[in-house]
């Protein structure tokens, strides 16, 4: 089949569930079908079909029965939070981190990134310029989210018209959602970590001001020095380079530059100019009744963080300042009849950061934006339920300075959409669609672009016993290229590199089917999911090995392109003994992604295993883990390869006054044997490797 017929059919068959739903009976099982599969929290529908919960991640055959979320949250969202959301989720499956800097750190899904991966606050967009270049942070303050979902399939379209990233969602506590049963309560939390002297702390608390009316309050702060890392800093590729061009100054009769370099060349123990500081402080308000509910919040985001330098015979430490004003609002009605609740989200974005080169500030970045969705979830009536909306957003992108490497551009995006889904008997059939327009201009040269895309998936899902689900969705996609693609042109000191656009890309079109299967037997869990994707214009940065002021230079292009991959993971209790457990769980997952006639896709994860043991009580748990990374020889021309590492890491959780206790003391070292290591998914990997041996001590108090 070939690619447009596989499209065509594609939308035919999902319009045509989609239309099928349309016309089938609503009250048919009503009763039956609400008892079987309630509304989750959230108020979206809910399949029925218990939970798999491994090492506190849960791979939910509820959220959606096609392609299941993994969902980070509780102790483990506690043990794993970091400062950036990038770092935090990197230990999931199919997941993976840019690295860019200690300060800086975006994730990876299946080997995508940038803007084919949407970072999401409670459904509504960062609002900020972290998806233009890889220096630039997320605006999203993790010590106040209380679960992260890592989405794939057809959810994906209730955000995006590009399934084949994926998104992830950040569900945070900021506007509440329920009144508290107490006059107030407070969760919060502290850590202090070796590898960088991190400290970092925060809490937040919600206080009934009525029996309807709840009030939030949170502050956040955090502090690193520069970070400790296991050998050289250099990779063996970059340090011999380095000593090379050393040499030569040496010769030229340079011996200061000369000692520069060979000086940076067996750097060891430090990564210089990493260090980090950050703040946050926000509020909220929401009025909360069986009827609806409506609130809204404001927090004011605070980052500096260090760019650490490649080689130079006359380095130059650039930093980054970055501030980000949010206003956010949920407003939704609780209704009988079809539909079961309409809500309203939107949000405003004041952001700005600036670029401190050599103590002085060079470029400046201004990203004012506004998003807004409107989503209606119908009740579910007999075997069918649904999700449909709109969305808007729109931003206006400023830079001033000496770099200013790409132009002033304002960028609108509307989409409407829909999700419906279909239990019959054994079987769960979805059918999703979205149409999104994107236009582009630039300012004040008034060019623009404007791009039409649509978007269907169609899946089902077949649960053959209570235990065992199988599934297989496939999807047509469609991503309009972002202004930093198409008009970026010149050097950019913070990525250290020369990056060029191409005005004339047009829609990036994508094709996937992915396939898994769950088991859940209680005492065994699992999951494995195998996917591919098809592009017929994927576009990529690579290395073209010319230089410019010894800085890289970096050509956007777009060509057909293969993504293949596999993730894996699974559970075995092994014995319990009153309220203890001991069980072990592992994983893998790989990505292999090949550019059409030209070679590797650049910056891919290599292969992946994972393997744990823990021991669970009411009282404290114990966890020992093994996480392998296998070496990255499938890369692009003139990209470095990168070796297998091994880490090892372990934590302890202590309860002192039971599992449903106000406070959880946690112990937790990573990289316990202090190996070097390098992500194949990082711009920087060759000058910024992996944190050393990092030990922390993390305090949680809920009352």
Do not use: C
Request: glycine content about 10%; overall charge negative; hydrophobic content about 40%.
């Amino acid at each position: 089949m070939t690619l447009p017929t596989a499209r065509i059919a594609l939308l035919v068959t999902a319009s045509a569930i989609s239309t099928t739903l349309a016309m089938l009976p609503i009250t048919a099982n009503a009763q039956t079908a609400t008892a079987v599969a309630p509304a989750d929290a959230d108020g979206h529908p809910q399949e029925s079909g218990a939970d798999i919960i491994v090492t506190g991640r849960l791979i939910s055959g509820n959220a959606d029965p096609i392609s299941a979320p993994v969902v980070l949250s509780g102790e483990a969202l506690t043990r794993d939070l970091k400062p950036q959301i990038g770092e935090m989720l990197a230990s999931l499956p199919g997941v993976s981190s840019t690295g860019f800097a200690p300060g800086v750190s975006r994730p990876v899904l299946r080997g995508f990134d940038g803007p084919r991966v949407q970072v999401l606050l409670d459904g509504i967009g960062s609002l900020d310029a972290s998806s233009v270049s890889a220096d630039h942070a997320v605006s999203l303050d993790t010590l106040n989210v209380e679960r992260v979902e890592v989405l794939h399939g057809p959810r994906v379209l209730l955000y995006a018209s590009d399934p084949a990233g994926g998104a992830v969602n950040a569900v945070d506590k900021r506007i509440p959602r329920k009144v508290p049963d107490k006059a107030f309560t407070v969760d919060a939390l502290g850590s202090f970590g070796t590898a960088a002297n991190m400290v970092n702390g925060g809490v937040a608390t919600d206080v009934r001001l009525a029996s309807r009316l709840v009030a939030h309050f949170d502050a956040s702060y955090y502090h690193s020095d520069d970070l400790h890392v296991g050998g050289y800093v250099l990779s063996p590729e970059l340090r011999a380079q380095t000593l090379t061009q050393a040499s030569d100054l040496a010769d030229a009769g340079d011996l200061t530059g000369a000692a520069t370099l060979t000086q940076q060349a067996n750097k060891r123990g430090k990564i210089a100019n990493s260090g980090t500081e950050g703040w946050t402080y926000g509020g909220g308000l929401a009025f909360i009744d069986d009827g609806g509910d409506i609130g809204v919040s404001v927090q004011r985001l605070a980052t500096d963080y260090g760019i650490p330098p490649r080689p130079s015979a006359d380095p130059e430490a650039t930093s980054i300042s970055l501030r980000q004003t949010r206003v956010d609002l949920r407003a939704g009605l609780n209704l009988e009849g079809f539909l079961k609740r309409v809500e309203v989200r939107g949000a405003y974005g004041d952001y700005e950061h600036a670029e401190i080169e050599g103590g002085d500030i060079g470029t400046q970045f201004h990203n004012q934006a506004l998003e807004v969705r409107l989503q209606a979830d119908q009740a579910r009536h007999g075997i069918w339920s649904g999700s449909s909306g709109v969305q808007y957003s729109s931003s206006q992108l400023r830079i001033t300075g000496d770099e200013k490497l790409l132009p002033n551009t304002n960028t609108d995006r509307f989409a409407v959409f829909t999700l419906q889904r279909l239990e019959v008997g054994q079987f769960d059939l979805e059918g999703a669609l979205r149409y999104e327009n994107t236009r582009i201009d630039t300012v004040p040269s008034a060019e623009h672009r404007n791009f039409d895309q649509y978007a269907a998936v169609a899946g089902a899902a077949w649960h053959p016993t209570d235990t065992v689900t199988l599934s297989v969705n496939y999807s047509h996609g469609e991503r309009a290229p972002s202004a930093e693609e198409l008009f970026v042109d010149g050097m950019h000191d913070a990525t250290q590199s020369y990056e060029r656009g191409n005005p004339n890309f047009k829609v990036e079109r994508s094709d996937s089917i992915e396939a898994g299967a769950r088991y859940n037997g209680g005492d065994i869990v699992g999951s494995v999911t195998v996917f591919g994707t098809n592009f017929a214009n994927f576009i990529t940065a690579v290395p073209t090995g010319e230089v410019i002021e010894d800085f890289p230079v970096y050509q956007y292009l777009q060509a057909p392109a293969r993504f293949r991959g596999i993730e894996a993971e699974g559970g075995v209790t092994f014995a319990h003994w009153g309220d203890k457990s001991l069980k072990a769980d592992g994983g893998v997952d790989y990505t292999h992604a090949k550019l059409v006639n030209m070679g590797p896709v650049p910056r891919i994860p290599p292969l992946r295993a994972r393997g744990g043991l823990e021991f669970d009580a009411a009282s404290f748990s114990l966890r020992g883990e093994v996480e392998w990374n296998a070496k990255q020889s499938r890369v692009t021309e003139n990209e470095n390869p990168t070796n297998a590492f091994t880490l090892v890491n372990a934590s302890a959780t202590w309860r002192p006054f039971g599992a449903q206790g106000p406070l959880s003391l946690i112990l937790a070292a990573d990289n316990l044997l202090d190996v070097t290591g390098r992500l194949a998914a990082s711009e920087t990997r060759d000058f910024v490797p992996i944190a050393g041996r990092d030990v922390r001590l993390t305090a949680r108090f809920t009352y």
